[in-house]
């Protein structure tokens, strides 16, 4: 066990919460950043949250948010972290080419706010930056650690600007700070907009009969899926190192979303043709063709590898759906007997 304590920012979502919970497993002291009015509410840390009066409790929660500069150097005073792990973001891809102006601000100058708050306090902290495998965009797979950035949306642009961020205060004021350049990971706790959540909950939904049609867009994007909990735990490893540097972290396997489509409808026993439109409100304006991560760096140094791949992530995903279904409110009216 250890006496450390983490600052998270991000820690609502779906990787702040699983880090969360892997942190206060080894018996750090998490801090976790969340704003007065979360886009996901506490639900994913409410049963890590106990009573701010007692002593015992390691986890503690502050207001603040990556557009407040000031507020960020206060935390960071306040907590004096050993390690700050940076989350938080406008992840969504496909919102970047609606609001790229505020991904800007948040994804990008976020970060920035973050790394001069480390810089002015002055923290011997070690900082972890949630670089993404979009910063690759349209480079060809295998996508690897000096693979070129060709970023095909805002979001990946304001990535892209986080990534050179953190390496350039590594390098300018020796700051020790980590690129994770991770690949999609997903769970049960995927936010819902994202395409594997979106298709194993329609599928659990469809199968218990509280939904008939599943509208999405392009089904011929490749993605390396891999499991959330697994993918923290690589943060964390990155983190151990006394050499700062950056990894990526990938199954290194690709499937479409034509094949995770049909992963979670064969597990519930359906024919997707019958349920899958294709809606065009779902199409990017550009998009990204395939991804496929090389983290043999990842293997060698940190010792990381990957357990779970699609065809079971995809199981795992769907059947926790059908559980939530279950609890749920039953079929369509006009569906029932
Ligand atoms: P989520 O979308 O689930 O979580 C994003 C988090 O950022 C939430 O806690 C959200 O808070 C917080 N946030 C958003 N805007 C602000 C803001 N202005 N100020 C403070 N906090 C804010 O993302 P994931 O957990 O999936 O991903 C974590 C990080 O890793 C993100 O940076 C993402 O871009 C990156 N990443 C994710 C990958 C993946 O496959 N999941 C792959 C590669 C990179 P709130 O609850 O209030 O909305
Ligand atoms: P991505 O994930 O853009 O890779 O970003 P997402 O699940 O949104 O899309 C994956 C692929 O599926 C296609 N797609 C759809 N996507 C969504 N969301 N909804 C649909 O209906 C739909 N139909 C087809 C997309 O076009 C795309 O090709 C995620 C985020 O977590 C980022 O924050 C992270 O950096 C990257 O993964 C790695």
Redesign the pocket.
Known sequence: MTSKTALITGITGQDGSYLAELLLSKGYTVHGVIRRSSGSGLGRIAHLVGDERDEEVRMRLHHGDLSDGARLIALLDRVVPSEIYHLA?Q????VSFEQPEYTGAITALGTTRLLEALRITGLPARYYQAS???MFGATPPPQAEGSPLQPR?P??VA?AYGYWMARNYRESYALHTVNGI???HESPRR?E????R?IARAAARIACGQQRFL?????E?R?DWGYAPEYVEAMWRMLQRDRADDYVVATGTSYS?RDFVTFCFEHVGLDWERHVRI?DR???PA??AE?VGDASKAQRVLGWKPEVFAPELARIMTDAELEAAGRGKGPLPEERE
Not at 91 to 94: A, E, F, K, N, Q
Not at 193 to 196: D, I, P, S, W
Not at 215 to 219: P, R
């Open positions: 973001a992840s969504d891809v496909h993404s495998s979009e949306s979001y990946a990535k991770m690949f999609n936010g907009a994202f395409v594997t979106k509208d999405l867009g392009n089904l994007a993605r979303v809606d779902y199409v990017r998009d990204v991804l």
